[in-house]
């Protein structure tokens, strides 16, 4: 079984800072995906990153970067020079390569930033 | 840029009532996938489809869900006789594979059982 925690229910970052959101994860499977998603007010689901857990460098999207330690079994998601507009649920989520192929998400963090 | 498309984005229906959301997948996709997420709480897993069968589903998805591919585009939750705890925002999602480095959700279709 898959689970994936995310300790902090609420974050408040002034704009333009770094802002890192934690995510760790439990799972005995060899290979697995890790997911970033973002979920705005108007709740659609967008995607944001992945890392697979075979990947040797940590995964970057523009200002989106993963800081992927897989002995600690924690992949945090790092948005550099953060705006307003990023201020929405984030949600963490895993899936095994292997056997189903389903997502596991965690409880999520809302993320505002202030101006 | 392809991507999933749900509707309707919102319907409201009568407790006992059946409901059919709708979803076009992207076309090349293999994986299809239904989640559910109530209102203020996580994104939960209902079921997986794959070389048109059930892979897997979950505890929630009892029987009166089903899940249909009926003419190779569409791809269809049913629900057959919607609980007032039904309500949720119910979310459409294809992959290309098991090790894809993607997974695409709709826009989501927001349930509201009255």
């Known amino acids: 079984a898959q689970k994936i925690t995310q300790t902090q229910p609420g974050m408040f970052v002034q704009e333009k800072e770094a802002v890192t ?8 499977d060899p290979s697995y995906g890790l997911f970033w998603y973002k979920q705005p007010s108007s709740g659609e ?13 940590n995964a970057t999207e523009g200002r989106y970067s993963l800081n992927f330690q897989k002995a600690r079994k924690s992949a945090n998601l790092v948005i550099s020079a953060s705006q307003l507009g990023d201020s929405a649920m984030y949600f963490c989520a895993m899936r095994a390569n292997f056997g189903n192929e389903k997502l596991t998400f965690g ?9 | 840029e392809p991507e999933v498309t749900q509707t309707p984005s919102h319907q409201v229906t009568q407790m006992g009532q059946e409901v059919i959301l709708r979803c ?20 939960e897993f209902l079921v997986s489809f794959y070389n048109n069968e059930i892979s897997e589903k979950s505890e929630i998805f009892d029987d009166q869900f089903s899940v249909e591919r009926p003419d190779g585009s569409n791809f269809t939750l049913k629900i057959r006789s919607t609980k007032l705890e039904d309500s949720a925002m119910y979310f459409c999602a294809s992959g290309a594979g098991r090790e894809a480095s993607e997974a695409f959700f709709g826009q989501g279709t927001r349930l509201t059982v009255v």
């Open chain 1, 21 to 28: 959101l934690d995510c760790t994860y439990d799972t005995s």
């Open chain 1, 45 to 57: 689901m967008i995607f944001l990153i992945y890392q697979g857990s075979y990947d040797q460098q």
């Open chain 1, 107 to 115: 409880t999520g963090t809302r993320l505002t930033i202030i101006p």
């Open chain 2, 24 to 43: 076009v997948p992207i076309s090349n996709h293999l994986y299809f996938y239904w989640y559910r997420q109530i209102l203020g709480q996580k994104v």
